[in-house]
């Protein structure tokens, strides 16, 4: 981490000075809301998908708090980030960089979403659940985003644990506890983030290595990059089909499961098996992984949720 980053902590560097007024959108901007949209519905399919059922206004502030606290985790992360995405084209555009929010209200923001989230889940759900949650806000938070991401191409592999989460929260708030079922829901996301992740990391590498953050086809190569997809492509078929063969699920899921997870592993090999591109190539079919890649987990977990009605 360089000195004027690390100064940053403290101090509020230009990049981050609030030089207009900000508004709501600006502030919601800042919870990653896109990204967002996965977290809660992977959590919602978790709470549906366990054995017992909670009372619906409690079902309602489970999944609130979850949402909360991933948009402070995102928060902290823009706030830690800035200067970066001030570097790149991708996020350049952000609150922060833009001058919109400033960084230090930015960080504020972040802390007050996160904490609000964990007192709210363990007064109102249990103290196991709002643990998990605390867990993963720091894991996002701080072992990806200030430790992980600018030291090791390994980052998005082990930082995906951050956003395998979510489902493994809803179902201690349903159940109170962890079973097998939702380690492998955990372990499910956690197997699927390196594909979709370098998938876009591919066709954007260029920002990444103009800030210097070890991204996997920086570091190694699009080459390498590109059979690490394909590998985990392979490792993820039949982890997905897991609640089916552990008896979680029924049918339903596991044919589900299969023919979603053939269709990944089936662009993934175009993207695994592909030479290396030059500077005028789109990059067509990691950008058909990358979006088929977000579509695929929507649809396995819409699956589950599809399964558990049925049964």
């Given at each position: ?7 940053s ?5 230009a ?43 409690l ?20 706030w ?11 996020t ?105 992740f370098?998938?876009l ?18 570091v190694?190569?699009?080459?390498a ?35 979603l997870?053939?269709?990944f ?15 005028d ?15 695929y ?15």
């Amino acid at each position: 981490m360089s000195p004027s980053l690390a100064a940053s902590v403290f101090e509020e560097p230009a990049v981050g000075r609030s030089t207009m007024p900000a508004g709501w959108q600006d502030f919601l901007a800042l919870t990653k809301p896109r990204v967002m949209t996965l977290v809660v519905f992977t959590a919602i399919c978790g709470l549906i998908a366990a054995p017992e059922r909670i009372h619906p206004v409690l079902a309602f502030t489970a999944i609130l708090c979850i949402t909360i606290g991933a948009g402070g985790a995102a928060a902290l992360n823009q706030w830690w980030e800035a200067d970066l995405d001030a570097g790149m084209k991708r996020t350049a555009g952000r609150p922060v960089p833009q001058g919109r929010i400033g960084r230090t209200d930015a960080r504020d923001f972040g802390m007050a979403l996160s904490s609000a989230s964990v007192f709210i889940m363990g007064f109102a759900i249990g103290w196991f659940a709002a643990a998990i949650l605390a867990v993963s806000i720091f894991y996002y938070a701080v072992v990806y985003t200030m430790w992980l991401k600018p030291r090791t191409p390994q980052n998005i592999v082990i930082g995906g644990g951050a956003g395998a989460f979510p489902p493994l929260i809803g179902w201690v708030a349903a159940t109170g506890n962890i079973t097998l079922m939702p380690v492998v829901l955990f372990a499910i996301i956690f197997f699927w983030t390196p594909p979709h992740f370098w998938a876009l990391a591919l066709f954007v590498k260029s920002d990444y290595a103009k800030v210097g953050i070890p991204m996997m086809p920086v570091v190694a190569g699009e080459t390498a990059t590109r059979r690490q997809i394909l590998g985990y492509a392979v490792l993820l078929l039949p982890l997905s089909m897991a609640p089916w063969w552990i008896g979680g699920t029924g049918a339903v899921y596991g044919i589900a499961a299969a023919l979603l997870s053939l269709a990944f592993l089936a662009l993934s090999a175009r993207v695994g098996l592909r030479e290396r591109t030059g500077p005028d190539d789109t990059m067509k079919p990691e950008k058909q992984l990358f979006a088929y890649s977000i579509i695929y987990l929507f649809a396995l977990f819409a699956a589950l949720v599809v399964d558990r009605m049925v049964a």
